[in-house]
């Protein structure tokens, strides 16, 4: 047997390993299923007995959410009380303890799963590549990108440790509680971590081994087993909050009613499910493009300089395509939230929790006025793309224009000298930029924008060719035009109509956006093709102020995922769980909104700090390779990416 | 293009004569006047119109050989929008928000300058030139600078810090969150489902679309649909529930929420806050009958731990009014401000 084959015998082994890892929760989880996941406690068995004369009382009770009838099959949710029993504690709020090893292991756990899904995508970009050179430059960016999680990875199972560590020894009862009835979910979870390990160091330390051919395409199949195993994984906890947010699966004393699937399935499962999913992308494109700003920054050579500036803009441009549509995933889990229970939505959006989600929309405002900023800043590597920048204050006026309306609070900070003045709560101007009609015209007109300067951009030094070019160019300007008029216009008459038909008002507003998107991308492509270049794209030669418009999309990201976690998890105010149980700890209090904003920010400035520890590790391994680094395009000034 | 720019400049120059007539008083200040219903879309056609004018103005400028230095150009526009804020909207927009604005602003006018390196360099030369201060005059600004700046950060210090005696800021919950069901009179009424019982159709069937068709338009102005009239006495059904419903209202809340049920009654202003304003579109026209229900009903005082923090000095009027009586208030309260109750399908 020769090397060749016996490498190819080995990778396919490797592969057919990850797969059967896959499935081994899934095989072993089979008669945990089959048994109802939990036993039915021996308490009620022997009473059972006892009444029945040695047969089992079947005891059946109806689910809180899917309201169909199950055996009762677990104990009762725990009623605690403010006691070190059930509440042990230091000398400190325990809550905030947990608060930050929660979101410290988020962090992480996001970067760790979003990582490897970019690897996906540029290792495939690399594979597909007819350039050689591009190809090989695409898979030493996937390789540096994978290096990185690998440290963050140990650091994402360290801070579950503590995680769980937190939660036995400050809230016991609940953990408990959680534990007896996701215990089959619980038991897959951890298999499934083995399982993304095992894959993710086959994948890591199999890349050179496997650069070409056939064994190239297997190493590629690992990373798509890699990501459907990470991807199972945050479900899987995913369905631990959405079952405190939403129970299921229980009946009102919360026993278990030995229908697993339904404790899984709950009412936001899948709404959070598809919000983290984009959410990690965009925090992971995030990260990364901070990583590339800073070796940027620190670059002591033009070469080192382009690299890493041609390494950000794929990192942004990855993490801004997932950011787009977030806003759309975030609008169906806040509508579900509304569907669910009402008093949650009015809490949330219109209540005590309000002022965060201004606070959420400035950051989301913070977001695509950096990446706008970004690719206007962007057009100054490329000779030609002048002609676009005196037009860019346009640009700045309808995105902030879009941002002013956005931040508009309906409950407003005042003094009750102002109030007096204002003649009451609401203000007849601003009062109508505070609610979700403008708000929806103010979001749908930044995010247009943001499409048009990623037009912008893709034609920023290229002049098309095409026979049909002023034609395409007029209908470009067409669409944009009528898209603007069509969301503001739907904003306004939004006015006019009941408020439940214009929440439907949102579709046509959304799909005017995405046509944007969709349509002048495709348009805009064809246009380009065979473009003639008006000069090259000069990677490197960007302005420092991007490279920090980088490091503020990242920033800002980071922040707003810690201000929203503690939204949707303070939305059950005093409940571990929902309705079933009650959180009777001293702690059982809305923060200030004060409190919370230093809480996010010390969480935020931990991660930053220890993510800087985590890129000095992947650059002193940089250093020992130095040859091999270079490799990719020996000689020669980094290419462009297709495309930019 | 030429004569395109001047029209934009002279509407700049125009607007900003205008604008400041009306600060210092010498221009009326309802001579351009805020139109009640289209005042936010009114406000950023203004803000396009001074837009477009100031590039006319730089325009010209420009070609007339004098152009303003970019520095002063991002000067002077955030202070004009600081200046719009607080001059041209009424009413007064409570300092907090306009700091969000002016923040806002700022970033932009960074954005604005600072999009490509050579407005960013022209941006930055005023501030070099100080900092560097080769001449006498840069001299003697960068010593006025360096003994001004301590003093005005002092006094804003001294300013934050002063104990005051205003009462303190509030954040008042807008809308308390409801509960799943509510009891009023013995009957339990779940929120999320139950309906008004008088927005019937003529065979006293509940019908929203009846109800709908009957209101007075939606829009500004408030105008009353044909055939509309609920005071007619020969007004049957869904219009006469109205009426009693208003007789109901003027006999015990308008003295709250005043008679155009804005929330400016003959005693709103010995209440903090004011009583709710029913015809801003956040506050009925956002709601379900059934929550609007709940909160007449039991009042301010007795709110569930989810509602706080609630601030309501509104009776609990399950003690004075019957159930109907409370529907039909409800039902006279959408009329009159020609919204409609939100649902959920």
């Given at each position: 047997m020769g090397p060749v084959t016996r490498n190819k015998l080995m990778s396919i082994m490797a592969l057919g390993a990850m797969v059967g890892l896959l499935l081994l929760p899934i095989l072993v989880s089979i008669p945990a299923l089959a048994s109802g996941g939990v036993e039915a406690p021996a308490a009620t068995a022997d009473a059972g007995k006892k009444e029945g004369g040695g047969e089992a009382k079947v005891e059946k009770a109806k689910d809180v959410y899917y309201k169909t009838e199950g055996i009762v099959s677990g104990p009762p949710a725990p009623k605690t009380t403010d006691s070190e029993k059930d509440y042990p504690r230091y000398n400190f709020e325990s809550r905030v303890l947990l608060w930050f090893a929660n979101q410290q292991h988020l962090y992480y756990g996001s970067f760790v799963l979003a990582v490897p899904i970019f690897c996906m995508i540029i290792e495939f970009m690399g594979v597909v590549s007819k350039d050689k050179a591009l190809a090989k430059r695409y898979d030493q960016l996937a390789y540096d990108f994978i290096k990185i999680s690998l440290t963050a990875y140990s650091l994402t199972a360290i801070l579950g440790g503590i995680l769980i560590f937190t939660f036995l020894t400050l809230y016991p009862a609940f953990f408990q509680y959680l534990s007896q009835i996701f215990r089959p979910v619980m038991h897959i979870y951890a298999l499934m971590f083995v399982a993304e390990s095992g894959t993710l160091y086959i994948y890591y330390y199999g890349w050179d081994k496997m650069k070409e051919g056939f064994l190239k395409w297997i190493h590629l199949s690992m990373s798509v087993v890699l990501n459907v195993i990470g991807t199972v994984l945050m479900f899987l906890a995913n369905s631990w909050i959405g079952f405190m947010m939403s129970p299921a699966g229980v009946d009102e004393q919360g026993r278990y009613l030995g229908n697993i699937w339904h404790v899984i399935h709950t009412a936001l499962w899948n709404p959070l499910n598809l919000h983290r999913i984009l959410g990690n992308m965009a925090f992971g494109g995030g990260v990364v493009a901070a990583y590339a700003a800073y070796r940027f920054l620190s670059a002591k050579t033009d070469e080192e300089r382009a690299h890493y500036d041609w390494m950000g803009y794929i990192a942004m441009a990855l993490g801004v395509s997932f950011l787009i549509p977030l806003p759309f995933a975030g609008y169906w889990l806040m509508r579900e939230v509304y569907a669910y229970r009402q008093q949650m939505g009015i809490t949330l959006m219109g209540g005590l929790l309000a002022w965060l989600f201004i606070i959420q929309a400035t950051m989301i405002g913070i977001l695509f006025l950096s990446t706008n900023y970004y690719l206007w800043q962007a057009l100054g590597r490329m000779r030609g793309a002048e002609k676009y920048q005196r037009y860019i204050k346009y640009l700045v006026f309808l995105v902030v224009c879009g941002f002013l309306v956005f931040i508009t609070p309906h409950t407003m900070v005042m003094t009750p000298a102002e109030l007096k003045a204002m003649g009451g709560?609401?203000?007849p101007v601003l009062g109508n930029y505070g609610v979700m009609s403008a708000k929806n015209g103010g979001i749908n007109v930044i995010i247009t924008t943001t499409v048009l300067s990623f037009v912008w951009y893709m034609r920023g030094n290229k002049v098309s060719t095409v026979s049909w070019s002023k034609f395409g160019n007029i209908f470009m300007g067409c669409f944009f035009f009528f898209a603007y008029v069509n969301i503001i216009w739907l904003a306004i008459y939004g006015y006019y109509i009941p408020a439940n038909v214009r929440v439907g008002l949102s579709v046509p507003q959304v799909a005017t956006t995405l046509s944007c998107l969709f349509f002048m991308f495709a348009l805009n492509s064809v246009m380009m093709k065979g473009a003639k270049q008006?000069?090259?794209?000069?990677?490197?030669?960007?302005?420092?102020r991007s490279q920090y418009a980088l490091i503020m999309l990242a920033t800002a990201f980071t922040w707003m995922m810690g201000l929203m976690g503690y939204i949707r998890s303070s939305v059950r105010l005093f409940w571990h769980v929902n309705e079933i149980m009650r959180d009777n700890s001293p702690w059982a209090y809305t923060h200030t909104v004060g409190f919370a904003a230093n809480m996010i920010s010390f969480n935020v400035l931990f991660f930053w700090m220890t993510i800087m520890f985590v890129f000095w590790l992947g650059a002193l391994a940089a250093k020992k390779v130095p040859v091999e680094a270079k490799a990719g395009a020996p000689g020669r000034a980094p290419e462009p990416a297709v495309g930019h | 293009m030429k004569a395109l720019m001047s029209v934009g400049a002279l509407i700049g120059v125009i607007g900003l004569l205008v604008l400041i007539g009306m600060i210092l008083g010498v221009?009326?200040?309802?001579?351009v006047k805020l139109v009640e219903g289209y005042m936010p879309m009114q406000m950023l056609s203004e803000l396009a119109i001074f837009v477009a004018g100031f590039t006319g103005i730089s325009y010209l400028m420009s070609s007339m050989g004098m152009p303003l230095p970019r520095f002063w150009q991002g000067v002077l526009f955030w202070v004009f929008i600081w200046m719009y804020l607080k001059y041209r909207v009424y009413p007064p927009i409570p300092f907090s928000v306009r700091a969000m604005y002016g923040t806002v602003t700022f970033v932009a006018v960074f954005m604005w300058v600072s999009a490509n390196e050579e407005d960013w360099k022209k941006f930055k030369q005023p501030i070099i030139n100080v900092l560097d201060a080769n001449t006498g005059f840069h001299k003697a600004l960068r010593t006025l600078y360096l003994i001004l700046l301590p003093i005005l950060i002092g006094g804003f210090s001294f300013l934050s810090m002063k104990p005051s005696t205003e009462e303190p800021i509030e954040l008042r919950t807008v809308h308390p969150a409801p509960p799943a069901s509510t009891k009023v009179h013995g009957k339990t009424y779940t929120l999320q489902t139950s309906q008004n019982p008088y927005r019937v159709n003529p065979e006293g069937k509940y019908d929203q679309e009846y109800s709908n068709k009957l209101i007075v338009e939606q829009g500004m102005g408030r105008l009353m649909a044909p055939n509309a009239n609920p005071w007619d006495e020969k007004a049957e059904g869904y219009l006469k529930y109205v009426r009693e419903g208003g007789e109901i209202f003027f006999q015990n809340c308008h003295f709250c929420h005043g008679d155009n049920l804005n929330?400016?009654?003959?005693?709103?202003?010995?209440?903090?806050?004011?009583?709710?304003?029913?015809?801003?579109?956040?506050t009925i026209a956002q709601l379900q009958e059934t929550f609007i229900f709940w909160r007449v009903a039991k009042g301010g005082i007795g709110l569930p731990n989810e509602g706080f923090p609630w601030a309501s000095v509104m009776p609990p009027w399950e003690q004075h009014l019957t159930t109907d009586e409370i529907w039909k208030v409800i039902l006279f309260e959408y009329w009159h401000t020609g919204y409609y109750p939100r649902t959920w399908d």
């Open positions: 709560q609401q203000h008006t000069g090259p794209i000069e990677w490197g030669k960007i302005s420092v | 221009v009326p200040s309802n001579t929330g400016r009654g003959l005693h709103a202003f010995a209440f903090n806050p004011i009583p709710a304003n029913f015809t801003d579109p956040g």
